[in-house]
């Protein structure tokens, strides 16, 4: 399969600590994605990282890309409750077109 | 644009009785998804299309599910005859398909319930 698997499957923080969700997939990508979905909603897309960039930033959040072991980092700095929410990677495989989804971590930060 | 629009929000049908999930959208995007959510089986993609084509359908569980794209603001998933276990929130999502898959918007969703 080429489904990523994400780790840990649960993650319980306190407000301010950092989060950090972890994405390993098992084939060549052009690009991996990391996407948010808060309960009985829809995914809404976080942040896209090519296979040929190791670090992006957008704002609290920081994504790294290591194709080499084939894994990706999420890192959520000073997490708020609004944060809380379920967190997937979904790789863009190459030749493949389309995205596939991890199994998701699943992020709740205690005010 | 107002996004992926998906309907109904929700339905609630009797076993063998036929589902037809509506999805728009966004104009300008030339690939479709359609997934499918549960707690057992997390997110799993159902099938896409490109430029109206279904290109991988191997996702469909099996015979009772079709999906069809007749035009590019337009597409369904049908399941006929509907069972429990189709029990689900099924999302549509739609891309632009460039040089690699762009990000991904999806509709809110319709939970589906086969009693």
């Known amino acids: 399969s080429q489904q990523g698997e994400e780790d840990p499957q649960a993650l319980s923080i306190q407000e301010g600590e950092n989060a950090t969700m972890n994405c390993s997939y098992k084939?060549?990508?052009?690009?991996l994605q990391w996407y948010r979905q808060n309960s009985g909603r829809g995914l809404v897309h976080l942040i896209l990282?090519?296979?040929?960039?190791r670090e992006k930033h957008s704002g609290r959040l920081r994504v790294t890309l290591d194709t080499s072991k084939k894994s990706s980092s999420l890192l959520i700095t000073a997490s708020r409750a609004a944060d809380t929410a379920s967190y997937f990677c979904a790789t863009d495989a190459l030749g493949a077109n389309n995205l596939f989804f991890g199994t998701g971590t699943r992020l709740t930060v205690i005010p | 644009d107002a996004g992926v629009i998906q309907s109904p929000r929700h339905e609630v049908t009797e076993m063998g009785q036929e589902v037809t999930l509506r999805c728009k959208p966004i104009s300008g995007h030339n690939s479709l998804f359609w997934y499918r959510q549960t707690m057992m089986r997390g997110l799993e993609l159902l099938i896409y299309f490109n430029n109206n084509v279904p290109i991988d359908d191997s996702g469909m569980p099996e015979d009772r599910f079709s999906a069809k794209m007749p035009n590019a603001s337009f597409s369904t998933l049908k399941i006929q005859p509907s069972e429990p276990r189709d029990s689900a929130v099924y999302f549509c999502?739609?891309?632009?398909?460039?040089?690699?898959?762009?990000?991904?918007?999806f509709g809110q969703g319709t939970r589906l319930t086969v009693v």
């Open positions: 084939t060549s990508i052009n690009n």
């Open positions: 990282i090519r296979s040929n960039e």
């Open positions: 999502a739609s891309s632009f398909l460039g040089r690699g898959m762009a990000e991904a918007f």
